[in-house]
Structures are given as C-alpha cells and as structure tokens.
C-alpha cells in the first residue's frame, strides 16, 4: 500500500511539474518600417490652403 501511495505521489508531483509545458521559443521577425517622403507631408497642406484661397474669390 505504501509504494501505490508513494507512486501516486510522484504522479502527482510530476504532472504538475510539466503542467505549463515546453513553448517553442520564434524568432521575432525583421519589422520594415518604410517612411513617405518629406514633401508629401508639405504638399497636401499647401494644395488646401490653394483651394480654400481660390474658394474665397
């Protein structure tokens, strides 16, 4: 009877033991950020400043 109580102890300690398990570890990727260029940004604005300028004649 001791060695049923015995193996279930170290059932029990092993399966929680390894409850969370092994997670496979990925590489994280390579992350391209890619950037508009700097005239873009001015261009948008001055065509709105035009058109509200032209709307006001």
Do not use: H, N, Y
């Amino acid at each position: 009877m001791k060695k049923v109580a015995l193996a279930a102890v170290i059932a029990a300690s092993a399966s929680t033991a390894f409850a969370g398990g092994v997670e496979p570890t990925m590489d994280p990727g390579v992350v391209v950020a890619t950037t508009s260029s700097s005239s873009a940004g001015i261009v948008v604005p001055l065509l709105l400043l035009v058109v509200l300028g032209l709307s006001q004649l």
